[in-house]
Every structure is written in structure tokens, then in C-alpha cells.
């Protein structure tokens, strides 16, 4: 009931609103006060006016829903990619690990120049190319051409990246964190059904369909933030060596780094179980891939629900509480998993029961680590959110190749849940370093 309620107001972004409707421009105000009666007769120029006020929780919402699909949406349709331009699997893939890699990038990139030249600018540039680049990559005939273009379709994160740093723009440390929950249960389910539909539109239509359909939901998002997100950074003037002196005193933050690997530790957990889970699940119990499915969709059920307690709790009780047991229920029900195994009980449920904790504790940890680093230096939101998000990637790349080689000597659910249990200790020494850490912070 609470996600339904977050759901129902996740339109109110701001203090006030403004959306074109049937050629009428409505105004209205999310602060109680009576609205304004719809102006009847409204110049072209107004109606197509550029937002003025902060965007809307929905509409970044939409937009963390196009990072997820891209990156998830095409999957199914890789084998039929790669016979249609004549290149080996090995070589498709690189839609995959390079996209990766440049989005790691674009990140450590994006959320600077965000700080520099605010939030609006690099929303509306990034969007734009990014609906040109889905466009060249749908009619590609050639694979270095549809590479070159997938490579730009990264610059979808500015979504992520910007709108984190958005949220610290309009809220407070414990606000942002429940704004960030609401985003985060409301989009769990992206990873489930998109390459579901993915693999609907390739059977029927073709995998170019796929990506035509990335150019027209990044032109309609390239329409909505025209209309729905106005600049919410406050303008600072600084000299080059002002801005420099703050991004150094921004890296020598240890609070800083104690949320943002926290974040990448806890992300990584679920890397780990996505990488090893379907070796186990075929090894030692003999499951379909019907059912490994089922079995890795465990994880993001219990997220979605972390995520949705953090959304009520997490303005009221503070980010480092949630952490803190995010973090401990998360290890407590690995260790419960292993011990059951240990004593004899060998069930696909056990192994699974245990991820769902896993998520469950990523769901009350990742929103508020989040919330935490880009509120060390609140002028530096983009950067803080940038670099943390490059981390996360090239932590799960890490993560990633060592759990592979670490499977191949043994794919047991024992094995799988040490390396997990691993993970989650250090993550939970990261979590009390950054508690400690903003214990000594002044409180919002």
C-alpha cells in the first residue's frame, strides 16, 4: 500500500507544475494553494515554453526506465543481431561489455559538467543524441556503424546521473533517499520484463524494431523534459581553481568513499549472484532455464520491496539506519543459507530464500548510500554521482570476472554463498565507517 501511495504522488517534483494539455497551458501547485483556471487563449510561443520548475518524479522515473532498457531490452535478440551482420557471438557481445565500459565513462563525464552547466542542459543534449544514435543503430547495415552508435546510446545514464543529483537539488539528505526508493520500486519490475518484451518484438518484427523503438521513447522523453524539468541547480560562480579545489576536497572526503563502496560492494553482491546463480541452479539441482529465471528474479523482488520501505522510512529514521540493516539482514540471511546447507538441507528454495535477503538489504542500502555521497558536497551532486556510478560498473565487472573462474572450480551453493558472504561483510564494515562518518556531519 505505501509503494501505491508514493506511486500516486510520484508526479509532485516540485513546488509547482506546468504541462501543455490539448493546447492549454493548465498551472497548478503542489503546495496547497488554489490553482489557477485554465487559460483559454494562449500564445503558441507559451505553450511550447521550456520548463521553469523542477521536473516531476515520474518523469525520472520514465527516464531510469529507458537506462534500464537499454541496456536489458535487446538481450534475447543478440544471436539474431549477429547473423544479420555476419559477425560471431564474441563479437556481438561487445554491444554488451563496450556499451559498459563507455557508460562508465560517460559517467565520470556527465555528472561534472552537470555541476558546471546545470542539470536542464545535459538532459536535453544527452537525450536528444541519444535518440539520434537509437535511430543510426536501427537501420545500421554495417557493424562498426551500429557499434559506433550503441557506444553514444550511453549517454542514456546522464537520466541516472542527473537525476540523482536533481533529487539532492530539490531535497533534503533523508527526502532524496525516500525519493529514491519510490524510483527504485517502481522500477524493479524494468529488469524482468524488458527482455521478455524484447524477445516479443524480435520473433515478430525483428531485433531493428527493438531499437526504433529506443529512438521514439528517447524523442517523447526528449519532449517531456522540455516541458517538465527546469534547472535545479542554484548557479555558484567559481574561478578553475575554486572548481578544482572542490572536486579534490570532494575525493579526499572519506565519507564520501565509505558510501560510494558501499554501493558498489552491496551492487556487486547482486553481480556475484547473477554470474554464479545459473551454474548452481543447473549443477546441483537440475533446473530448467524456465525456473532459473524464476530463480533470479528472487533477488529483484526483495529489492523492490527494500526499496519500498526505504520510501516511507527513510525521511523519518535517516539514511544511516536503513543502511546499516540493509546491510545486516542482508549477511544474517546468507549466513542462515549457508548454515542449511551445511547441515544436509539442499533446496533450490534455500539458496534463493537467501538472495532474497540479499535484495531485500540492497533495496534499504543502495537509495541511501546514494542520498549520503551527494550530500557530502551538495554542490557537487552530478560529479558525486557520476563517479559512484562508474564505480558500481567497474566494481561488477570485477566482481563478475572473479566469481566465473571461482564458479568454475566447484559450481556448489556453498561456494556461491561464501563469496556473497564475503561481499557482504565488507560491505557492512563500509556501512558503519560511513555511519561513524556522518555521525560527525551536521544533520539536515
Known sequence: MSLMRNMGAMWQGGPAWSMPCSGLLWRGSSGGGSADAFDLFRTPAAVIAPARTPPHLGTMILLVAMVVLTLNMFLPALPHMAEDFGVSEATMGLAVSAYMVAAGVLQLILGPISDLLGRRRVILVAVAVYALASLGAAVATDFSVFLACRLVQALVLAGSVVGLAALRDMYTTREAAGKMGTIAAAMAIAPMIGPTFGGVLDTLIGWRAIFALYAGLGAACLVLCWFDWGETRVQVRRSPQEQMAAYRALLGSGLFWAYAMCTG?????????????????????????????????????GYMIGSTVTARLAPRLGVSVLILTGRSFALAGLCVGAGLFLIGVSHPMVLFGATICVGLGNGLTISNTNAGLISVRPDLAGSAAGLSGALQLFGGAVLTGLTLPWMAAGATPLRLLALMIVASVVALGLAVLAARGAARQPQE
Open 265 to 301: 560492494v552491496s551492487v556487486g553482491t547482486f553481480y556475484i549472484f547473477l554470474t554464479g546463480a545459473p551454474f548452481v541452479a543447473q549443477a546441483s539441482f537440475g533446473l530448467s532455464t524456465t525456473w532459473i529465471g524464476v530463480g533470479l528474479g528472487s533477488i529483484t523482488g
